[in-house]
Nanobody, 127 residues
C-alpha cells in the first residue's frame, strides 16, 4: 500500500509563496499519477494539480494555472507543489494523493480515481 506524507504548509500573506512536499513510500512504482487536492472550510474537495508519472506531464486547475508548479523527484519519491502569488482563496487543507488507475492520465485530478491519500497540510493565506 502506498503511503504519503505532506509537509510545507503554513501561513503567508497574499502575494507570498510556499512550496509543499509530499514523500511517497511503499510500492511507489505502481503510481500512475500523483496529485494535489485542497479543501477549504465548508467547501468540497478541489483538484489542484497532478503529474503523470509515466511521462511527467502536468495538469493544473484553472484557478491555479500560471501560479502553481507541480514537479517530481523520482529519485527521492518526492512530489512538490510550488505555490506563488498566493491568494486568500487558496486557503485550505492540501492533500497529496496517488492513483494506480491509468485513467488519471487522461484528465485533471479527480478524487475518485486516487486511491491513496496523505493526511494533509494546512495553508492559510491572509489578505
Amino acid at each position: 500500500q502506498v503511503q504519503l506524507q505532506e509537509s510545507g504548509g503554513g501561513s503567508v500573506q497574499a502575494g507570498g509563496s510556499l512550496t509543499l512536499s509530499c514523500v511517497t513510500t511503499r510500492y511507489t512504482s505502481s503510481n500512475v499519477c500523483l496529485g494535489w487536492f485542497r479543501q477549504a472550510p465548508g467547501k468540497g474537495r478541489e483538484g489542484v494539480a497532478r503529474i503523470d508519472m509515466l511521462n511527467g506531464s502536468p495538469y493544473y486547475a484553472d484557478s491555479v494555472k500560471g501560479r502553481f508548479i507541480v514537479s517530481r523527484d523520482t529519485a527521492k519519491n518526492l512530489l512538490l507543489l510550488e505555490m506563488n502569488n498566493l491568494k486568500p482563496e487558496d486557503t485550505g487543507m492540501y492533500f497529496c494523493a496517488a492513483s494506480t488507475d491509468r485513467s488519471c492520465r487522461h484528465h485533471g485530478p479527480e478524487g475518485h480515481v486516487y486511491n491513496f491519500w496523505g493526511q494533509g497540510t494546512q495553508v492559510t493565506v491572509s489578505s
